[in-house]
């Protein structure tokens, strides 16, 4: 009922810039909530920036000031604008979305995971 596509990841050296999108698609009535989560090689999966639909963002507190959420409303897609990246950054990157269907029942996807490695 929901499809989400994620894109934008790969390889970057240190200090260098990726930005991430996560497109949602399907039966989608309206979205409250999107966030990019991360699980770097052993270590548990961690939040690392929401934002609400009315625009209400929150970070880690490791990629505050380096990282930047965004959403187009209209196109309903998220975007995680990543600077100054870091080795510690390297991580499978997921979108996470929740809101309304048709149907009106609630829903909360992820994305299938993008790799992003930092390193030279």
């Known amino acids: 009922q929901v499809q989400l596509v994620e894109s934008g990841g790969g390889l970057v050296q240190p200090g260098g810039s990726l930005r991430l999108s996560c497109a949602a698609s399907g039966s989608i009535l309206s979205i409250y909530a999107m966030g990019w989560y991360r699980r770097a090689p052993g270590k548990q999966r961690e939040l690392v920036a929401g934002i609400t639909s009315g625009g209400s963002t929150n970070y880690a507190g490791s990629v505050k000031g380096r990282f930047t959420i965004s959403r187009d409303n209209a196109k309903k897609t998220v975007y995680l604008q990543m600077n100054s990246l870091k080795p510690d950054d390297t991580a499978v990157y997921y979108c996470?979305?929740?809101?309304?269907?048709?149907?009106?029942?609630?829903?909360?996807?992820w994305g299938q995971g993008t790799q992003v490695t930092v390193s030279s």
């Open positions: 996470n979305v929740r809101g309304i269907l048709d149907s009106d029942a609630s829903f909360d996807y």
